[in-house]
Nanobody, 122 residues
Framework: QVQLVESGGDLVRPGGSLRLSCATS????????IGWFRQAPGKEREGVSR????????NYAPSVKGRFSISRDNAKNTVYLQMNDLKPEDTAVYYC???????????????WGQGTQVTVSS
């Protein structure tokens, strides 16, 4: 099994920054992508960003492009999501997940972390 644990969520003011971490363990080498997703109350889960487990290529949702940055530290088996210029619309529970193809569609991700709350409010 693959295990993922998110951390770093917090309450921040608009315009602030946070860095989320996703610590991975288990057979992660069989997965093509690690993705970040978010789900706000009453809304469907949406893809935020993903990084290839093979070559490190990245992709972002249009709403976060230029503000968020995904990266990985292979030595620590950890994927990060740096979030800058946060907006109230970014408020959600953020999840990391391991997927079988390079996509931000949550249907193709098999293993999920427990989620970490990000709240952007003044």
């Amino acid at each position: 099994q693959v295990q993922l644990v998110e951390s770093g969520g917090d309450l921040v003011r608009p315009g602030g920054s946070l860095r989320l971490s996703c610590a991975t363990s288990g057979s992660t080498s069989v997965y093509y992508a690690i993705g970040w997703f978010r789900q706000a109350p009453g809304k469907e889960r949406e893809g935020v960003s993903r990084i290839s487990a093979r070559d490190g290529s990245t992709n972002y949702a249009p709403s976060v492009k230029g503000r968020f940055s995904i990266s990985r530290d292979n030595a620590k088996n950890t994927v990060y999501l740096q979030m800058n210029d946060l907006k109230p619309e970014d408020t959600a529970v953020y999840y990391c997940a391991a997927g079988t193809i390079l996509t931000m569609d949550p249907r193709f991700y098999n293993y999920w972390g427990q989620g970490t709350q990000v709240t952007v409010s003044s």
